[in-house]
């Protein structure tokens, strides 16, 4: 059965400094990878996916994510965070359709 | 080009009531999903359409939620007694084949 486990409940970065989310999956073959964040009160936004090919994404608002298929995982990055960034950020997991999502991470912006 | 369009956004009922939630997904999207998502935790899937046809719906309580989609495009969720449990947003999505999922803005119900 296909699992997202996202380590980090809650993560603090300050206001330029930078960011990584960790996001470790289950699958029984190449998975679909997905990263979504969401705004309080607001609907998921899709930041970026993998699907084959380079394992390096790039995605929409300055992020990109690695997938490492030794260590299972499709870890994301920013190199320098914004306070708009501030946030609930989930990982997913699928194909065909099926998507799985983790707990998610929720990330703090200090000044 | 118009986004996944959900109503109502907020309900409140007391429980053993009916309410029912309503998804209009982005043209052209033949996968349609419904998802729970309980404060703080992920979204859970409930069920799964390609087209008019349910193709994953082992996670929808069936003795009380039920779902459809007619024509293959609007979706209707509904939910049949309501029970205290079933506070949540349900959340719902489109995609294409091979695409992410763009997700509606959600219906935040309140059972009290």
């Known amino acids: 059965a296909q699992s997202v486990t996202q380590p980090d409940i809650h993560i603090t970065v300050s206001e330029g400094a930078s960011l990584e989310l960790r996001c470790n999956y289950s699958?029984?073959?190449?998975?679909?990878l997905f990263w979504y964040v969401q705004s309080p009160g607001q609907g998921l936004q899709l930041l970026l996916k993998?699907?084959?090919?380079?394992?390096l994404v790039q995605g929409i608002k300055g992020f990109e994510a690695e997938f490492k298929r030794s260590q299972s995982s499709f870890n994301l990055r920013k190199p320098s965070v914004h306070w708009s960034d501030a946030a609930e950020y989930f990982c997913a997991v699928g194909a065909k359709g099926d998507m799985r999502f983790g707990a998610g991470t929720r990330l703090t912006v200090k000044p | 080009e118009a986004g996944v369009v959900q109503s109502p956004r907020y309900k409140i009922i007391e429980k053993k009531q009916p309410v029912a939630f309503w998804c209009n997904p982005i043209?052209?999207?033949?996968?349609l999903y419904w998802y729970r998502q309980n404060l703080g935790q992920g979204p859970e899937l409930l069920i799964r359409y390609e087209n008019e046809e349910a193709v994953d719906d082992s996670q929808l309580p069936k003795d009380r939620f039920s779902a459809e989609r007619l024509k293959g495009v609007d979706s209707t969720l509904k939910i049949q007694p309501a029970e205290l449990g079933d506070s949540a947003v349900y959340l719902c999505a489109s995609s294409l084949p091979q695409g992410g999922a763009f997700f509606g803005q959600g219906t935040r119900l309140t059972v009290v």
């Open positions: 043209s052209g999207h033949n996968t």
């Open positions: 699958y029984g073959a190449t998975p679909y």
């Open positions: 993998y699907f084959s090919g380079d394992t």
